[in-house]
């Protein structure tokens, strides 16, 4: 993806104050991004102002806010900003590796509340749960994992667990290891997924030959694998 760098005055977006370069501390209290969050919640700002948050601070003639829609419009989306690839990122103009980190961190947490979430939570007892646990994990991996979703005997979530990385296309599974994982945490059950970071869900006779190793009688396991697209 080609990044283009606009002009900062000419970024612009809906409900972006007019500042006239105007240092974010000389705002009403009402337009300041961390004001308006601690009176009306993280969901009354808009992406740009949660950005900035995190951000902390703008470039030269400009604030954070103004950082915050410049880097949108130069990814294209909110997204498309937090999944790119580290050079990629760091090619877009005011995003160092300062704030690359906290974006991923911020990124990271997100993921693992939703995760703490489901372990102290409702069982994943139904193909849509699962799905959407794993969208929440696995969607914007640029390159293919394999893993393991450990359940208890209510179906409750005891570890997720990213087994094998492989590259774009393809990933290396060992299916003694899969079935040495489950055992030593005692999982009553498991889901095991991967993702298609190609897009491409047909199943492939390597994906077979795993299901078979880990679902066989050689295995003594009992596992339904399906594929969930």
């Given amino acids: 993806m080609t990044i283009s760098t606009p002009d900062l005055a000419l ?38 102002e949660l950005l900035a948050v995190f951000i902390r601070t703008g470039q030269r003639g400009g604030t954070a806010v103004d950082l915050a829609h ?20 760091l090619a877009g103009r005011g995003l160092g590796p300062a704030r690359y980190c906290v974006l991923q961190a911020a990124l990271e947490l997100a993921r693992r509340h939703y995760r703490e979430t489901l372990q102290a939570g409702p069982a994943l007892d139904c193909p849509d749960t699962a799905r959407g646990f794993l969208l929440a994990q696995l969607r914007d991996r640029p390159y293919e994992v394999f893993c393991c979703l450990h359940l208890d005997t209510r179906h409750r979530l005891i570890a997720f667990e990213e087994l094998f990385r492989g ?9 003694r290891e899969v079935v040495r994982q489950t055992l030593a945490r005692n ?42 697209p």
């Avoid at 974010?24 to 740009?48: C, D, F, T, V, Y």
């Avoid at 869900?201 to 969930?228: E, W």
């Fill in 11 to 48: 970024v612009t977006g809906p409900g972006r104050p007019d500042t006239g370069g105007m240092s974010i501390r000389n705002w009403l209290p009402a337009e300041r991004p961390r004001e308006k969050l601690m009176q009306h919640g993280a969901q009354s700002l808009s992406n740009a």
């Fill in 70 to 89: 410049q880097l949108l419009a130069q990814f294209g989306s909110l997204r498309e900003l937090l999944c790119a690839e580290r050079d990629q990122a």
């Fill in 167 to 175: 590259t774009i296309d393809g990933a290396s599974v060992h299916p």
């Fill in 187 to 228: 999982s009553a059950a498991v889901i095991l997924a991967h993702n298609h970071p190609l897009c491409c869900i047909a199943v492939s006779p390597p994906r077979h030959r795993v299901t078979r190793g880990t679902t066989g009688p050689g295995a003594g396991l009992a596992l339904d694998g399906s594929t969930l």
